[in-house]
C-alpha cells in the first residue's frame, strides 16, 4: 500500500514497482470499500492520458490503480507486440503488489489486455469493464490510414491532445465541446508527468491490434469462457473501434450488460463522464453472480 | 385525476374514460415528482400483462398509467390494422385525461406506437424507454411462424401464460427461472381483470407489424427527427425483435443510450426487473437534454 494518497491523478504522484524483470511506473489512490479497481490504458496512452473526471469519482469508492505498461512511459522494457505479451506485464505487476484479485476497467487495448488476463487466470478479475474494445477476431480495430481518421493524424495543424479531440470524439459541436473539456482536464496535471510515446510504441501495439484481429476456430467462441461479470461500453460512433465489435463482445460473452452512448465516438467515457462514472460505480458495487445493475 | 390511489398493479381497480368515440380502461397509480409514466403494451396483452415487479417500483417516484387500447380487454372499439391508427387511440386517451405531457414506456408494440407519437406531437413526452422494439423498416418483427417462435406458440401442453414464459425468456435455466416468477406475479392479481385477447385481436396487430417493416426513401432517416432523450433497452437472445432492431434504434435516434441484458429474451425488462427500474428511474429523474444518465 502507497503511504502517499491523494484524490486525483491531477495530482497524485507517480509510483514505481519493481516486479519480474521490469520496474512499473503506476498511480494508485483513492479509497472505499469496494475491491481495487485497476484501469488498462488505450493505445499510446500513458499514465496522463486517464482522465480526472473518470478516475476521481471512481476513486471515492475503492482505490484506483492506473496501470503503465512495459516500454511507455517511464516503465522499463520493450512494448510487446501481442496482447498475451501485455497481458503478462499486467499479471508480473500485479503479482508484484500482491493482489491476488481486483476489479478491472480496459479502454480500447486495455479491454483487449483486459479479456485476454480474464481467459487465462479467471480469479483475477472479480467484475469487468470493457470501454471501446473489440473481441479477438474483431473488425476494423484501429485501422489510423483509414479516411476518417487519417485526415485528423496526417494533418500538420493538429499536434498532441488537438489530435485525441478530433479522434476520440464526434465531429458535432456538442461532442467537440465535450473533447475540449477533456483536453483540459488532462492538461491540469503539470507536475511529475510521463514521456509521450514514441513511434516504437505505436508500432508494437498497431502489430499487437493486427494480431488481436486473426482468429481460429469459430469466431467469438472462446468468449463463453470469459463468464465474469461485464459491463461493455461504447460510443456508437466511434472510428477508431466501431461498436459493432461491442455487439460481438455483447452477444458472445455469456454475462454481459451493453451500453452505448449516443453523439460519441471512442472516448465516450470521458463525453459522458457524469453518467459513466454513475453506472460504473453501481456496477461494481453490485455483488450479484449477474451483471445487471 | 383517480380519488383511487393504490401502489400495486396487482390491487389497484381499472378505471374507465370516454374519449371521442370510445370506452378506454386504464389504471393509474403511484405517486411522486416525476411525470406520470405512460405504459403502452404488447402484442396481445392486456392491463394484467404489466408485471408488477416493474410497474409498483416505478411508481415509487411518479405515477403510472397502464393504457389498454381500442379494442383489447374492456376497452371498446376495433383493434387498429397500423401503428397509426393505434397511436391516435393513445393521443385521443392523453387528450380525454388532459394530459399535455408525460414520459412514456413502450414495450414491443408499445415502442413501435410510442416512436409514430414521438414523430407526429413531439411535445407529448419528454423522456422515452423503448423495450424490445423496433423502428419502422425493421426487420424480423414478431415472425410467429419461425420455428423458434412456432414450436411453443404450436405446443398444445403450453396454455395461457406458460407459452409466455417460453417466449419471452431465453432457453436457459436461469432466464426460465425468471421467466415463471415473472408468471407468477401476473397471477397474482385475481380480481378486476381484463379478458383475454382473441383472434381478431392479434390478426389485427400481426397486419400493423408487416406494415411496420414497410419503409420508404432512406431506411432509418426518419428517425432523426425523434429527438427526445431516450433509453433502448432489449434482451440480447431476443427471438420475437431481435436485438438488431435496437441497435439500428440506437445508431439512428439522435440522443438514445442503449441497454442490453445477457441471458434474455423479449421479456428482459421483467427478467431483470430489479435492474431495469433502477435503470429506468434514474433516466426518467434526469432533467439532461442528453439521453445518457
Redesign the interface.
Given at each position: 500500500m502507497s503511504s502517499e494518497q491523494s484524490a486525483s491523478n491531477t495530482t497524485v504522484p507517480t509510483q514505481f514497482l519493481q516486479a519480474s524483470n521490469e520496474t512499473y511506473a503506476y498511480r494508485r489512490f483513492g479509497s472505499g470499500p469496494g475491491l481495487p479497481l485497476l484501469f488498462l490504458q488505450h493505445f499510446t496512452g500513458t499514465l496522463d492520458n486517464w482522465d480526472p473526471a473518470v478516475t476521481d469519482s471512481i476513486a471515492t469508492g475503492r482505490e484506483v490503480i492506473l496501470f503503465e505498461s512495459a516500454g511507455l512511459g517511464r516503465s522499463t522494457g520493450k512494448v510487446p507486440d501481442t496482447i498475451t505479451g501485455m497481458a503478462k506485464h499486467v499479471f508480473a505487476f500485479l503479482d508484484g503488489l500482491g493482489l491476488t484479485s481486483c476489479d478491472v476497467l480496459g479502454f480500447s487495448l486495455g479491454g483487449m489486455i483486459a479479456q485476454q488476463m480474464g481467459q487465462e487466470r479467471p480469479s483475477i478479475f472479480r467484475r469487468m469493464i470493457l470501454v471501446g474494445t473489440a473481441p479477438r477476431g474483431g473488425e476494423d480495430i484501429m485501422h489510423l490510414d483509414k479516411p476518417s481518421l487519417a485526415k485528423y493524424l496526417g494533418d500538420p495543424k493538429l499536434q498532441g491532445y488537438s489530435v485525441l479531440q478530433k479522434i476520440f470524439f464526434a465531429p458535432t459541436e456538442?461532442s467537440q465541446a465535450a473533447g475540449a473539456a477533456f483536453i483540459e482536464r488532462l492538461s491540469r496535471r503539470t507536475q511529475d508527468r510521463e514521456p509521450a510515446s514514441g513511434p516504437a510504441v505505436a508500432q508494437a501495439q498497431l502489430a499487437a491490434f493486427r494480431d488481436w484481429e486473426k482468429f481460429t476456430g469459430q469466431r467469438f467462441a472462446d468468449l463463453k469462457n470469459i463468464q465474469h461479470p461485464i459491463l461493455v461500453v461504447n460510443g456508437?460512433h466511434d472510428e477508431m473501434i466501431p461498436?459493432q465489435n461491442s455487439?460481438w463482445l455483447?452477444?458472445s460473452?455469456?454475462?454481459?450488460?451493453?451500453?452505448?452512448?449516443?453523439?460519441s465516438g471512442h472516448g465516450s467515457l470521458f463525453q459522458?463522464h457524469?453518467?459513466?462514472t454513475?453506472q460504473a460505480a453501481?456496477f461494481l458495487v453490485s455483488d450479484s453472480k449477474?451483471?445487471?445493475?
Open positions: 456538442s456508437i461498436v455487439y455483447s452477444a460473452l455469456p454475462n454481459a450488460v451493453l451500453l452505448t452512448y449516443p453523439d459522458f457524469e453518467s459513466f454513475r453501481a449477474f451483471a445487471p445493475y
